[in-house]
């Protein structure tokens, strides 16, 4: 077989990437009418899912021609044609094994089809769904996931903070000494280092929290500060207080597994700079747990969405405890009634421009890609934008732990001056919440 490829693309591919079809090189792209037809029953609604649909339909209808059903459309140099495929008959292997005729049934009749009519290319499916995809392998037809927007290495998720051994005690004591940082080329350091990474530094008599600043392209010491009540328990928590504090970080991604405390310290890093930013911005995307919908209820838009955001008041609550009756209590209250700290759901984002704003987006792991380019394209001057979640703990049915919009937004930033990430792997929530994390 030549080099070329036909897919032929699952429904749920285009609800994940509207702009899919640019990512197939110079192979042939099929689309069954079925999936169309699917397409049709999202197009209502206000949900990143119905946008995609609709997108997707306007860039079919800028490329339609008469050959889209019969000689394909052209897609542009260096690029395959784009087929819609009808076949008319149920194809009668397919029907021994699955006499359904359901819409996944149905598109594994056009693979069958397209297979068939081009015995000498490949003709692979592309699909999310795992279930399809050992249905069209148990048929002997070949089938991928949707790769493009995957993270490839996601060990940075789950490995406890950088340790550096050996490093000369009094370059640690000078490094203790000086606020400023010590130049980075002081430091015979064997590893690379990212850009506003954090990591431990060890000598045979002394140990330091350190950061790599690559503003001034120097190693600044990390100290163990307290914002608005809340004091790092470790060395990844106050490590993840370094990003969130520094203003010249725009954009910082928090990873850890349940009772890290990444919502926790998002919020109080925002709470001890509110008088740096006009507005804080509490967010989080509305997804049940095992996608049961609370059905109706009562009130206007805030009560609506209020048991969605109880994590995120739950965490407010923690602070509220912690500050008691001080200055912070009084200014934390006084945010609250005059709208500067606003906890809302994600989908109110879309569309706005945020300026000054030090915006927190919650559980991100639920996140596509292509979401989470929506919102941080959303921030003006002087805004910072924080997006906290655990990959492991992923509620969307067609995303994992390399194809959400958390890992993907850390992968492709990462090395850039104004992003920091900061993993959280021990749990500080309670005794019983990190013994659940670990066996479970």
Not at 116 to 132: R, Y
Not at 323 to 345: R, T, V
């Amino acid at each position: 077989m030549g080099t070329k490829k036909n897919f032929i693309l699952d429904t749920n591919v285009i609800l994940h990437d509207y702009k899919c079809l640019d990512n197939f090189e110079e192979n042939d792209i099929y689309i069954p009418f079925i999936v169309l037809e699917e397409l049709d029953k999202f197009k209502k609604g206000n949900e990143q899912i119905n946008f995609n649909a609709r997108a997707f339909v306007r860039e079919l209808d800028d490329i339609t021609e008469n050959g889209l059903f019969e000689g394909g459309a052209d897609l542009g140099i260096g690029r395959g044609k784009l087929y819609i495929k009808n076949m008319s008959d149920y194809n009668k292997e397919i029907e021994k094994s699955f006499p359904d005729k359901k819409p996944d049934n149905r598109i594994l009749s056009v693979v069958l089809g397209v297979a068939t009519e081009n015995p000498d290319v490949k003709s692979i499916l592309v699909t999310k769904d795992i279930n399809l995809r050992m249905k069209a392998r148990s048929l002997g037809l070949l089938v991928e996931d949707y790769i493009t927007d995957k993270v490839v290495n996601i060990d940075a998720f789950s490995e406890e903070e950088l340790e550096i051994e050996g490093v000369d005690a009094d370059l640690i004591d000078k490094l203790y000494n000086t606020p400023n940082g010590i130049d980075i080329d002081e430091f015979a350091f064997d590893v690379h280092l990212e850009p506003n990474q954090c990591f431990v530094l060890k000598s045979h008599r002394n140990t330091i929290l350190a950061r790599y600043n690559p503003f001034i392209l120097k190693v600044v010491k990390v100290d163990k500060k307290s914002n608005f009540g809340i004091t790092p328990r470790n060395a990844e928590q106050a490590f993840a207080f370094e990003v969130l504090n520094d203003p010249q970080i725009k954009l910082v991604g928090l990873t850890g597994k349940a009772g890290t405390g990444k919502t926790l310290l998002a919020l109080a890093s925002a709470l001890s700079q509110h008088n740096e930013y006009s507005q804080i911005l509490l967010a989080r995307p509305i997804v049940s747990l095992s996608n049961k919908d609370l059905g109706f209820l009562p009130g206007d838009e805030k009560a609506k969405i209020g048991p969605y955001m109880q994590p995120l008041f739950d965490n407010l609550n923690v602070i509220k405890t912690q500050i008691g009756s001080s200055k912070d209590a009084s200014a934390l209250e006084e945010m609250q009634k005059s709208g500067k700290l606003e906890i809302e759901a994600l989908a109110y984002i879309r569309g706005r421009s945020l300026t000054n704003t030090y915006v927190i987006v919650d559980e991100a792991q639920n996140l596509t890609p292509h979401e989470i380019k929506t919102i941080i394209t959303r921030a003006g001057e002087d805004t910072k934008m924080v997006f906290t979640g655990d990959i492991q703990q992923i509620d969307s049915p067609y995303l994992d732990a390399q194809s959400n919009g958390l890992s993907y937004m850390i992968d492709k930033m990462k090395g850039e001056k104004i992003f920091g990430h900061a993993n959280l792997v021990k749990g500080e929530r309670s005794e019983l919440s990190e013994l659940a994390s670990d066996l479970l």
